[in-house]
């Protein structure tokens, strides 16, 4: 019985442990505003019209209203969803998305969009490296010690 107390307190503390360096993030992402992707860059929807467009100039290949995905991905348009240039301004200022048929909603440029994973940052740095020795070490530790207490226990039958 000592055995399995042994066992108990090393994965209640390795548990422990691990909650520390993997600290609970959400699974889904909240916007702050909606957007679309294109050509590497984010461009927010605003909730002016535009009248004049230009040509096709691509489309959304991905949607998703939970995580951030790489392509021409947008988190209010469905898949499909058509953009255009808009007739003089330039694509690095705006673009217009087809909202419905004939209709366009104009979307200004933001930035540079970076897709975001749940362990970016994770193992960046002196930190990064400090946590996956610590992990490192956890794990051989709890097979050594669980090597030990079967070891003990086949020597008791």
Do not use: H
Not at 66 to 76: C, I, Q, R, T, V
Not at 121 to 135: N, Y
Not at 136 to 143: K, P
């Amino acid at each position: 019985m000592k055995n399995y107390q042994r066992v108990l307190c090393s994965v209640m503390f390795v548990v422990l442990l691990a909650s520390f360096l993997f600290p609970n993030k959400p699974l889904a992402t909240k916007w702050a505003y909606p957007f679309v992707v294109w050509q590497d860059y984010i461009y927010v929807v605003s909730e002016e019209y535009v009248t004049e467009v230009d040509k096709e100039i691509g489309k959304v290949t991905r949607y998703s209203d939970m995580e951030s995905l790489p392509g021409n991905f947008s988190n209010m348009f469905k898949k499909g969803t058509k953009y255009y240039s808009i007739k003089g301004i330039s694509t690095d200022e705006a673009i217009a998305v087809e909202e419905s048929e004939g209709r366009y909603i104009k979307a200004d440029r933001e930035g540079k969009y970076e897709v975001r994973s749940t362990f970016d940052g994770f193992f960046d740095g002196q930190q990064g490296i400090i946590k996956v020795f610590i992990l490192a070490i956890l794990g051989i530790l709890v097979a050594f010690l669980i090597f030990k207490i079967l070891k003990n226990n086949r020597g008791k039958r």
